[in-house]
């Protein structure tokens, strides 16, 4: 299976339900920062397994982020990251203090778990409607690594499946009068990616039949 076996229409649908999802978590970010929050168009990947930490961000930059596992009917990992800089801004808008800290303490990082566990769940709500499947949010947890040691210790489960791909919904936001820039993914590990496909396709063909 390959990226281009994926049709338009298929990629269409997947990204606006993203999109829905994503606008739905950017209301409730903006209802936390009291800022305006801006959603850039969502992004669909269909890659193989080993070039995954490829699509989430250079292997070597540092990122903060807050991880969630999926489960019910699908599985996978949902990241929301943050260059460090962006991380500390957020936290220090959602803690509402007068200037960010140098460095990510727990109040900081309890506060990007909360965003994280509101936004995921807004855009994973609209993925369940969407595609008719339960799908569950693990406990958030927080990390700042390399883009790359990150992903191994994401996928190693199931790097060793090579040539297997791995779907890679992701979006990214901007908060107005603030340089903070966040993106969101979610990772289907190889046979949930399969489940999903065969979803959508038996779905579009009842709503265009």
Do not use: W
Not at 74 to 101: D, R, Y
Not at 122 to 129: E, F, K, P, T
Not at 178 to 186: A, V
């Amino acid at each position: 299976m390959s990226q281009s076996l994926l049709s338009n229409l298929e990629r269409d649908a997947l990204k606006e339900c993203v999109n829905i999802g994503a606008g739905h978590a950017a209301t409730a970010l903006s209802g936390l920062t009291q800022e305006k929050v801006s959603i850039l168009v969502p992004k669909l990947e269909l890659v193989p397994v080993e070039d995954a930490p490829a699509a989430v961000g250079r292997p070597d930059e540092v990122m903060s982020a807050v991880v969630m596992k999926m489960g019910g009917d699908v599985s996978g990992t949902i990241l929301l990251m943050f260059p460090s800089q962006s991380a500390l801004l957020l936290s220090s808008l959602l803690l509402k203090t007068e200037k960010p800290k140098e460095i990510m303490g727990e109040d900081e990082n309890s506060a990007l778990r909360e965003a994280g566990n509101i936004l995921s769940g807004h855009a994973l709500n609209a993925l369940s409607q969407f595609l008719g499947f339960r799908l569950l949010q693990s406990v958030p947890e927080t990390s700042s690594d390399m883009v790359g040691a990150m992903m191994n210790e994401i996928l190693v489960h199931f790097l060793r499946e090579k040539h297997e791909n791995v779907l890679v919904l992701s979006v990214s936001f901007q908060i107005s009068g603030h340089e903070i820039i966040g993106s969101l993914f979610f990772l289907f590990d190889p046979s949930s990616t399969k489940v999903i496909l065969d979803s959508l396709r038996k779905k579009l063909a009842i709503d265009l039949g």
